[in-house]
């Protein structure tokens, strides 16, 4: 007879590894993509750009004259993919740029072609496979996080138990157990306030970063180690 820890063990190994319908992309472009999509400059090693991009706003006061900041894709069509209907439809972030939740299940060419095209002007900054992974994120690598996230309440719709099983195998070799490194960055807990960031991040990677993205599992996973850092200390 199985154990209780067995037992919970071979759940867990049945969540993280059951998931075909996550398996039939190629996971590792898409998260790349995704990391792209965070931070595309900090990904290919590049300069930061030195002028602002010239599709944002001037309305937005805190972002306008900051390159390094509005010409991260997330920056107009926010960590949801949903723009100025989502978590950024309101606050320091607001655009008023639509997401680009309209592409998802789209043709990946249909996405290059916007992004090298006169407006985005990424023709010149990312290579063929660069523009490749981006367009496999946004084609194929969007989720509804409401299924994952409260809107809201912000909180997490995963297991913090389950969490801390996969928080304390992976995440703790870097982070620590209680979320308090590394130094140079603020504790996880305090994080949280932002939920759609970090699942961004647990799915797909810290740009130029070894953290370990975790998109080829089921996403539940991430939604449970979001859950169970939302009890590790905030200071």
């Keep these: ?100 939740n309209g592409m998802a299940g789209g043709d990946p060419a249909a996405v290059i072609a916007v992004l090298t095209g006169d407006a985005h002007g990424y023709g010149d900054k990312l290579s063929e496979d ?11 690598g969007q989720i509804d996080m409401d299924v994952y996230i409260d809107r809201a309440t912000k909180a997490p719709k995963g297991d913090a138990a389950q969490g801390e099983q996969v928080y304390n195998t992976i995440c703790a070799n870097c982070h620590a157990v209680d979320g308090m490194l590394p130094k140079d960055m603020p504790p996880l807990g305090s994080l949280m306030g932002n939920p759609w960031e970090i699942m961004h991040k647990v799915l797909n990677g810290q740009p130029s970063e070894r953290m370990p993205a975790l998109r080829a599992v089921d996403h539940q996973v991430a939604a449970d180690v979001l859950a169970y850092l939302a009890t590790l200390p905030k200071e």
Excluded at 20 to 25: E, L, N, R
Excluded at 48 to 64: G, Q
Excluded at 130 to 140: I, P
Aim: aromatic share 10%; net charge neutral.
């Design 1 to 100: 007879m199985k154990t209780v820890l067995q037992a919970s063990a071979t759940g867990l190994l049945l969540t993280l590894f059951m998931a075909p319908s996550v398996m039939a992309q190629d996971q590792g472009s898409i998260a790349r993509g995704g990391r792209l999509y965070d931070k595309w400059y900090k990904v290919i090693k590049a300069d930061v750009p030195t002028e602002s991009h010239k599709l944002y706003p001037a309305a937005n006061e805190k972002y306008a004259d900051n390159p390094g900041a509005n010409w991260r894709c997330k920056e107009c069509h926010g960590w949801d993919g949903m723009g100025v209907e989502g978590a950024y439809a309101s606050g320091s972030h607001s655009t008023g740029i639509k997401g680009i």
């Design 130 to 140: 660069d523009l490749a992974d981006l367009a496999n994120f946004v084609t194929a």
